[in-house]
């Protein structure tokens, strides 16, 4: 048996090395533990981490590895691998990110003396533009929500509350009553990591939740007993009277995104890259978009600034005054 400084024993269980189902190796699960308690990483995050350590731990079991064995070449193999089943640049990076910080926590643990991953380079990702919509392709949306019942207005107030404030699907469907002030045009969301941040709500947004808020809305979905925790306070509500999932708030974005022609365009993330890209447009400061979208990095703000080589040319055609042409 192969122990660490500490006494820890670094060699992956049984289970872990053979066979389907297999569990995490006790140091994986300490380094996702460490993610969620230490660093407060968002549920949806560390569940993509464990993917792809058990991908990780997988592949090194098939070749007789535990990970304390790997070393770089280990690792280069393993990003080869990766690249030859077909996986796209960002999810051989994203898979690399969980090997590398899971070999960075052991260092730092003193499980193990060496990172292996120190000097293996992050595959290049391609900077595509954001597919937002037009403003009338955007009008067009919300205009397709028609009637007064109470999914209607449910309907058009979510729609609303995705461009208008550019939230996540997630932050919008786990929004509570109490994160919602109309009266002050402002509301409480919570991002990844359970980060918090307030955010304006403009007229439009603000008018259809007040139309789903009230009792003709949503107050018609009300069951007679809430069959969970937390749905009482739930802001939207599924017909059945819970509390709307992230699948029942995309399938309403994709439904009224079929009904005006825009297909497979529409996604609830493409509203709020419409949101930035909108704002943007008209003027906005960086940093204000950064602070609304809760964006850790300005760098993530920045990719909405890049636009075609023709439309920057006519802005700076008309706003340069050396640039004008001769009367």
């Not at 192969?2 to 049984?14: E, N």
């Not at 899971?102 to 060496?114: A, K």
């Not at 493409?270 to 003027?283: I, Q």
Request: proline share 5%.
């Amino acid at each position: 048996m192969v122990r660490a400084r500490g006494g820890r024993d670094t060699t992956a269980p049984a289970a872990a090395r053979h066979g389907p189902g297999r569990p995490l190796s006790r140091d994986a699960e300490e380094y996702l533990s460490w993610l969620t308690v230490e660093r407060g990483r968002a549920a949806n995050t560390v569940a993509a981490y464990r993917r792809d350590l058990l991908a990780y731990e997988g592949w090194l079991a098939e070749r007789g590895l535990a990970v304390g064995d790997v070393t770089e070449a280990v690792v280069e193999d393993y990003i080869a691998h990766l690249r030859g089943s077909g996986r796209r640049p960002s999810s051989v990076a994203r898979a690399l990110s969980a090997v590398r910080n899971l070999h960075r926590f052991l260092v730092d643990e003193g499980t193990t003396g060496i990172d292996p991953t120190g000097d293996v380079a992050s595959p290049r990702i391609p900077q595509g533009l954001p597919k937002a919509l037009t403003e009338d392709e955007v009008a067009s949306l919300l205009a397709a929500v028609v009637g007064d019942e109470p999914a209607a207005r449910r309907d058009r107030a979510l729609l609303e509350l995705l461009y208008g404030t550019g939230l996540r699907i997630s932050e919008a469907v786990g929004l509570s009553l109490g994160d919602v002030d109309l009266e002050s045009r402002m509301l409480r969301a919570f991002g990844k990591g359970s980060r918090e941040r307030l955010v304006p709500v403009g007229r439009m947004a603000r008018e259809a939740l007040a139309a789903w808020l009230s009792p003709a809305g949503r107050g018609r979905l009300v069951p007679e007993r809430w069959a969970r925790r937390g749905d009482a306070e739930a802001v939207f509500l599924n017909t059945r009277g819970g509390r709307l999932s992230r699948q029942g708030a995309w399938g309403i974005v994709h439904h009224y995104g079929q009904r005006v022609g825009l297909g497979e365009r529409l996604t609830p993330h493409v509203l709020r890259h419409s949101c930035a890209t909108h704002m943007l447009d008209h003027g906005a400061d960086i940093r204000v978009v950064q602070e609304l979208l809760g964006h850790a990095s300005i760098s993530t703000t920045q990719l909405y600034t890049k636009v075609s080589t023709q439309r920057l040319r006519s802005v700076y055609d008309a706003a340069h005054p050396r640039a004008r042409p001769r009367p």
